[in-house]
């Protein structure tokens, strides 16, 4: 493998979108991935907002979206995608289907990591005079937090692997590149220098959020 048919300006640019792709669908998917999976958790059986109803149905909307593979939900969301952010293509049309396709696997997270805190801790809380509302933010989200921030790495890697996906689509970033270059052009070194800049990406993530999870559970 030789460095001469590389161009790293496009290396450099393609690095840019995957982060930029990375980081907008995240803070999207934390947004309306976290309150979703309180609500799971909340409305589930014994919980504090029991609802049959509203639990079955928020479940099934999470398992239909986590059940649909992400390249299909990447097709098949190109008309609400343009009509969101007016195109499919490139960084901006490629956010829409990675928050779809990401946030109820992180809600479903959230919810398993809710269901690790210890009940004592809640019912110590409402022994305390402390409502519903003061329940959930001050005791039952920061006992959850380690789970909620090693659920959030897990989401933000399984992120990388769909922003990469996504160049099926012509989403850019570095999967973009490799399918251009590496697959269509069989330039090897491309796809080597690309696969390499994703998994230092996964391996720079799982240690961030490694690191987080320990501080915080020792808080």
Same mark, same amino acid.
Request: charged share 15%; net charge neutral; aromatic share 4%.
């Given at each position: 493998?030789?460095?001469?048919?590389?161009?790293?300006?496009?290396?450099?640019?393609?690095?840019?979108?995957?982060?930029?792709?990375?980081?907008?669908?995240?803070?999207?998917?934390?947004?309306?991935?976290?309150? $979703?999976?309180?609500? $799971?958790?909340?409305?589930?059986?014994?919980?504090?907002?029991?609802? !049959?109803?509203?639990?079955?149905l928020l479940s099934l909307m999470v398992n239909i979206?986590?059940?649909?593979?992400?390249?299909? &939900?990447?097709?098949?969301?190109?008309?609400?995608?343009? &009509?969101?952010?007016?195109?499919?293509?490139?960084?901006?049309? %490629?956010?829409?289907?990675?928050?779809?396709?990401a946030a109820p696997f992180f809600a479903r997270l959230?919810?398993?990591?809710?269901?690790?805190?210890? /009940?004592?801790?809640?019912?110590?809380?409402?022994?305390?005079? %402390? /409502? !519903?509302?003061q329940v959930v933010l001050g005791a039952l989200l920061?006992?959850?937090?380690?789970?909620?921030?090693? %659920? %959030?790495?897990?989401?933000?890697?399984?992120?990388?692997?769909?922003?990469?996906?996504?160049?099926?689509?012509?989403?850019?970033? &570095?999967?973009? $590149?490799?399918? !251009?270059?590496?697959?269509?052009?069989?330039?090897?070194?491309?796809?080597?220098?690309?696969?390499?800049?994703?998994?230092? &990406?996964?391996?720079?993530?799982?240690?961030?959020?490694?690191?987080?999870?320990?501080?915080?559970?020792?808080?």
């Open positions: 493998m030789t460095a001469s048919n590389i161009d790293w300006s496009e290396i450099g640019q393609a690095t840019f979108d995957t982060l930029t792709m990375l980081g907008g669908s995240m803070l999207l998917t934390v947004l309306l991935g976290l309150p $979703l999976g309180v609500i $799971l958790f909340l409305t589930g059986k014994g919980q504090m907002l029991e609802n !049959r109803l509203a639990n079955s979206l986590r059940s649909v593979p992400f390249v299909i &939900l990447l097709i098949v969301m190109i008309p609400l995608t343009v &009509l969101l952010v007016g195109t499919s293509l490139g960084v901006q049309g %490629a956010i829409p289907p990675l928050v779809a396709g959230v919810e398993t990591a809710l269901r690790e805190v210890d /009940k004592g801790v809640i019912e110590a809380s409402f022994a305390m005079g %402390a /409502k !519903r509302r920061p006992e959850a937090m380690p789970g909620i921030i090693a %659920a %959030a790495t897990v989401t933000a890697i399984a992120l990388v692997s769909y922003t990469a996906m996504a160049g099926v689509v012509g989403a850019g970033g &570095l999967g973009d $590149l490799a399918i !251009r270059f590496g697959y269509q052009r069989f330039q090897t070194d491309v796809m080597v220098v690309t696969v390499v800049l994703l998994l230092v &990406l996964v391996q720079c993530l799982q240690m961030v959020g490694d690191t987080v999870v320990r501080r915080v559970s020792h808080r």
